[in-house]
């Protein structure tokens, strides 16, 4: 699994952790959730590329920004919830 770079999404809903993944090799973002103070995770759905460009970008350059040399917590918490709310918005639009 080395093509795949785990994000974690600090998400405060029904006491889950919201963690988007990209498959670099599938060319999608893997959504799971994982239950506050667990080591379980549960997928969720795996969204292709061409279905939303935009959040697979946004999620791109999350994971940019959290490997970042000069990792700066208040910008990658900015960008955490850009993506947040574009995944909230892919899934009322399906």
């Not at 080395?2 to 994000?7: A, G, K, Q």
């Not at 670099?24 to 061409?50: C, D, H, L």
């Amino acid at each position: 699994m080395e093509d795949v770079i785990y994000i974690k999404n600090l998400i405060k809903e029904k006491n889950m952790n919201i963690l988007f993944a990209i498959d670099a090799k599938t060319e999608e973002v893997i959504v799971s959730n994982s239950p506050k103070g667990s080591n379980k995770i549960n997928f969720i759905e795996r969204i292709r590329r061409q279905d939303n460009a935009n959040l697979y970008t946004a999620i791109e350059l999350l994971t940019s920004i959290s490997i970042a040399s000069c990792f700066d917590t208040s910008i990658f918490k900015a960008m955490d919830k850009v993506c947040q709310m574009m995944y909230n918005k892919h899934k009322e639009m399906k």
